[in-house]
């Protein structure tokens, strides 16, 4: 860490040399999520290089902001710190200023269950689910499955697919009131583009199975409104 110091005395430099080395912000990412072993780590940062995600670790656990530790049944996991879970609001802030310029993904780009997870809680509007009753979604896409519980300003999200550590608490038990299967489109949804009525008419997003109100819950609940004079990338 001190060999890539900047040499400036100052708290958004250490800031940089803790967590600005490429991968690292997105490691701390998904262990925001919850606890992660190697291989989960590996499985949702496909482009990750070994050594690298290796190294990262490493340098992270000697920054304080992840440690490893025993899980029960897991074997060893890596998770963040307390110092490390400091990190949330300033990821969620990146996360909803980032969309601004999300544009549509690339051919090579993929969302895994972390990515679309923090995307849930960075969009997430205490306010609008204040005024809404509590409602339980199931949310696909692509390989990726969430089960999403919105109870006024609590928000649970568990990892359906692909499996991994479970995270999330208790998964709700009964069906969930909708079941909605989305491309890349969902950003769109997110982002007040399309109404969910027009998501639904250009395919964008499709409800498999339930209540098509809850749709409209969901988009009111979760929204991150683009930014004016923020141009999107393509």
Request: proline share 6%.
């Amino acid at each position: 860490m001190v060999a890539r110091s900047y040499g400036q005395y100052c708290g958004v430099t250490t800031a940089v040399e803790l967590i600005a080395e490429r991968w690292a912000l997105l490691i701390v990412r998904d262990l925001l999520v919850g606890p992660r072993r190697y291989t989960d780590l590996k499985q949702g940062l496909p482009k990750i290089p070994t050594n690298i995600l290796s190294a990262r670790l490493k340098e992270l656990q000697e920054g304080g902001v992840v440690r490893r530790v025993p899980l029960m049944n897991c074997g060893l996991v890596y998770e963040l710190t307390p110092y490390g879970r400091e990190l949330e609001p300033v990821v969620l802030a990146l996360g909803r200023w980032g969309f601004a310029q999300l544009g549509e993904p690339g051919p090579d780009d993929v969302v895994t269950a972390d990515s679309l997870t923090m995307t849930l809680r960075s969009a997430f509007r205490t306010d609008a689910a204040a005024g809404l009753p509590a409602a339980d979604y199931e949310l696909h896409v692509g390989d990726v499955a969430l089960r999403v519980r919105v109870d006024g300003a609590e928000l649970r999200v568990h990892q359906l697919a692909p499996p991994a550590l479970p995270v999330g608490g208790v998964l709700p038990a009964g069906d969930p009131g909708i079941v909605v299967a989305a491309g890349s489109g969902i950003h769109r949804l997110i982002s007040g583009e399309l109404t969910p009525a027009e998501a639904i008419d250009i395919e964008a997003v499709t409800i498999v199975a339930g209540d098509a109100l809850l749709l409209e819950w969901f988009a009111a609940t979760f929204r991150i409104e683009a930014q004016s004079g923020a141009v999107r990338t393509t």
